[in-house]
């Protein structure tokens, strides 16, 4: 089974700063990758499929990008309502599976 | 605007079976344009994907969950139900279930199960 590892766990940036993500399949998965948003105490929150299609009604400062095993998710400018712990899952099979979270807050 | 609501015992006693029910509005469980996903998460930990459902009763089970796990639809209510049976601690967690067009786009607002006795 295809496993799926995000890097840092946690992060902390200033207000501002560019925040990069990074999810990794241990197989290639074209683009059947997703990203949520999961604020705390909240239901996650869809913001990007397809590796890079933002969902309707997400800011423009968040961007996926990646294929195949290495992706990315981007904040351009992080603002403090962007604290949360993002997820990354794969869809390429049957099997959903979700990375294990990165939690990013303000420094 | 597709909604979807669980319901269910909040508490369940360990060996036994628990039993949610996920309530859809919005949208028609049978128009066959999605599959239906129970999600876990315990408390303080990451997401898991527990399985899915497609309008005819065909599911697909997390290999990990597979041998307590049945997911069930009553399309006349517009609504499908996960059952886990053999319950452990392990299994206190929110379960959410969520519209699953093979990523996850409405989610309910998850139900807090706590096993114990």
């Known amino acids: 089974d295809i496993q799926m590892t995000q890097s840092p766990s946690s992060l902390s940036a200033s207000v501002g700063d560019r925040v990069t993500i990074t999810c990794r399949a241990s197989?290639?998965?074209?683009?059947?990758l997703a990203w949520y948003q999961q604020k705390p105490g909240k239901v996650p929150k869809l913001l990007i499929y397809?590796?890079?299609t933002l969902q309707s009604g997400v800011p423009s400062r968040f961007s996926g990008s990646g294929s195949g095993t290495d992706f990315t998710l981007t904040i351009s400018s992080l603002q403090p309502e962007d604290v949360a712990t993002y997820y990354c899952?794969?869809?390429?099979?049957?099997?959903?599976?979700f990375g294990q979270g990165t939690k990013v807050e303000i420094k | 605007q597709v909604q979807l609501q669980e319901s269910g015992p909040g508490l369940v006693k360990p060996s036994q079976t628990l039993s949610l029910t996920c309530t859809v509005s919005?949208?028609?469980?049978?128009?066959?344009?999605?599959?239906w996903s129970w999600i876990r998460q315990p408390p303080g930990k990451g997401l898991e994907w527990i399985g899915f459902?497609?309008?005819?009763?065909?599911?697909y089970y997390n290999p990990s969950l597979k041998s307590r796990v049945t997911i069930s639809v009553d399309t006349s209510k517009n609504q499908f139900s996960l059952k886990l049976s053999s319950v452990t601690a392990a299994d206190t967690a929110v379960y959410y279930c969520?519209?699953?067009?093979?990523?996850?786009?409405?989610w309910g607002q998850g139900t807090l199960v706590t096993v114990s006795s």
């Open positions: 969520a519209r699953d067009g093979r990523y996850f786009d409405f």
């Open positions: 919005g949208g028609s469980i049978s128009s066959g344009d999605y599959y």
């Open positions: 459902l497609y309008y005819s009763g065909s599911t």
């Open positions: 197989q290639g998965i074209s683009n059947y």
């Open positions: 397809a590796a890079s």
């Open positions: 899952q794969k869809y390429n099979s049957a099997r959903r599976t």
